[in-house]
């Protein structure tokens, strides 16, 4: 089992920053890819921002230019470096993992227990 915990939410002003970090303990392998959900209120979850083994990045088209997805797979944490907050970006962050647990298992999906980020004035 693999078990994710996130840090560094909170309240923001708008036009501030935060950082979310998570980091992965248990049966991993290899990881796959890493990144960051996020749901409002009312709506579903999204991607706002993964990272691959490999290094490439993705993020939702709100947040490019702000946001910045980092990654170390040796020490299993992902972070993910907010700036330009506006109120839309107001949800819960649920930081994911992708990963086996031996060289050939199956990929399995992980996700932390979330962490509030507000931005408000």
């Known amino acids: 089992q693999v078990q994710l915990v996130e840090s560094g939410g909170g309240l923001v002003q708008p036009g501030g920053s935060l950082r979310l970090s998570c980091a992965a303990s248990?049966?991993?392998?290899?990881?796959?890819?890493m990144g960051w959900y996020r749901q409002a209120p009312g709506k579903q979850r999204v991607l706002v921002a993964s990272?691959?083994?490999?290094?490439?990045?993705d993020y939702a088209d709100s947040v490019k230019g702000r946001f910045t997805v980092s990654g170390d797979h040796a020490k299993r944490t992902v972070s993910l470096q907010m700036n330009s907050l506006n109120p839309e970006d107001t949800a819960v962050y649920y930081c994911?993992?992708?990963?086996?647990?031996?060289?050939?298992?199956?990929?399995?999906?992980?996700w932390g227990q979330g962490t509030q980020v507000t931005v408000s004035s």
């Open positions: 990272i691959t083994s490999g290094g490439s990045t």
């Open positions: 994911y993992f992708r990963s086996r647990s031996t060289l050939v298992g199956p990929w399995n999906d992980y």
């Open positions: 248990g049966s991993i392998f290899r990881i796959n890819v």
